[in-house]
Nanobody, 117 residues
Framework: QLQLVESGGGLVQPGGSLKLSCTAS????????IAWFRQSPGQEREGLGC????????YYANSVKGRFTISTDNAQITVYLQMNSLKPEDTAVYYC??????????WGQGTQVTVSS
């Protein structure tokens, strides 16, 4: 069973950067597309982008395109979300998700990102 653990959240000033990690604790992520989501209080969970399982093609939502970058390590154990030019409206709990056709769907526990001066 795949387990996902997010890390790297914290408090950052507007305009700053953070790099979140989504690490698989019991298997590799090579079979899964990995997506990043976020959720603010009172808001629906928002999809930010994803990285495909085969050629590792990346896709981004318009709200973060050009500021956020998804990548993976060579061992296919960790997927990263590099966040630059952060804004107060980026404040949320960030989640990673592994969802492949025919396989169970997995979520991490989330990591809090707060953008504030």
């Amino acid at each position: 069973q795949l387990q996902l653990v997010e890390s790297g959240g914290g408090l950052v000033q507007p305009g700053g950067s953070l790099k979140l990690s989504c690490t698989a604790s019991s298997a590799t992520l090579s079979d899964y597309p990995i997506a990043w989501f976020r959720q603010s209080p009172g808001q629906e969970r928002e999809g930010l982008g994803c990285i495909s399982s085969n050629d590792r093609f990346t896709y981004y939502a318009n709200s973060v395109k050009g500021r956020f970058t998804i990548s993976t390590d060579n061992a296919q154990i960790t997927v990263y979300l590099q966040m630059n030019s952060l804004k107060p409206e980026d404040t949320a709990v960030y989640y990673c998700n592994a969802d492949a056709i025919g396989l169970p769907t997995y979520w991490g526990q989330g990591t809090q990102v707060t953008v504030s001066s």
